[in-house]
T-cell receptor, first 114, second 113 residues
Framework: GAGVSQSPSNKVTEKGKDVELRCDPI?????LYWYRQSLGQGLEFLIY????????KSGLPSDRFSAERTGGSVSTLTIQRTQQEDSAVYLC????????????FGPGTRLTVT | AQSVSQHNHHVILSEAASLELGCNYS??????LFWYVQYPGQHLQLLLK????DPLVKGIKGFEAEFIKSKFSFNLRKPSVQWSDTAEYFC???????????WGLGTSLAVNP
């Protein structure tokens, strides 16, 4: 497809389990962003990747969160030892490059930690 | 630290009413400004953007925004809203040449038919 895709669309997990969230960006987009959207909290930046440069991890809330982007395309966000406060919608976006380029968002993964 | 403020968290209007959503940012230098919209059940998408030139920019679906440098503002407007404008609206400035946007908390707009 032409847009950003994310999987799974919904994920329910038990507290303490690890989860992996996947993002397929638009082909040719060198920048990829992960955000977290909680009710009433707006968008919280987590991490971005730009080409082969080192990612900007400044938004990751704890060392339980990590992300990788393989081959400059697909990205995986991993949350280890999930906590209830991790429950949120995790959004992925891609753009031609970082900065002042339009970001194209995926549908998000709704994570619920029970 | 750079920040953005969206003054209205929840707005309820009747169809045909005029809309203005406030957005103020804190940065004195060159700034590029974006408004994104998220319709119910849909992805976030770009509504309009300002980089330079005419400070009054027009976006999709009849929306416009005016950049007022002296007030550090980029308010979103629409003369006559429709029920289909019900959505969450996010202001996102990019100060200088930063690599990531600063996102406001969003304004939830509900338009009653």
């Amino acid at each position: 497809g032409a847009g950003v895709s994310q999987s799974p669309s919904n994920k329910v997990t038990e507290k303490g389990k690890d989860v992996e969230l996947r993002c397929d960006p638009i082909s040719g987009h060198t920048a990829l962003y992960w955000y977290r959207q909680s009710l009433g909290q707006g968008l919280e930046f987590l991490i971005y990747f730009q080409g082969n440069s080192a990612p900007d991890k400044s938004g990751l809330p704890s060392d339980r969160f990590s992300a990788e982007r393989t081959g400059g395309s697909v990205s995986t966000l991993t949350i280890q030892r999930t906590q209830q406060e991790d429950s949120a919608v995790y959004l992925c976006a891609s753009s031609l490059a970082v900065g002042n380029y339009e970001q194209y968002f995926g549908p998000g993964t709704r994570l619920t930690v029970t | 630290a750079q920040s953005v403020s969206q003054h209205n968290h929840h707005v309820i209007l009747s169809e045909a009413a005029s809309l203005e959503l406030g957005c103020n940012y804190s940065y004195g230098g060159t700034v590029n400004l974006f408004w994104y919209v998220q319709y119910p059940g849909q992805h976030l998408q770009l509504l309009l953007k300002y980089f330079s030139g005419d400070p009054l920019v027009k976006g999709i679906k009849g929306f416009e925004a005016e950049f007022i440098k002296s007030k550090f503002s980029f308010n979103l407007r629409k003369p006559s809203v429709q029920w289909s404008d019900t959505a969450e609206y996010f202001c996102a400035p990019n100060a200088g040449n930063n690599r990531k946007l600063i996102w406001g908390l969003g304004t939830s707009l509900a338009v009653n038919p």
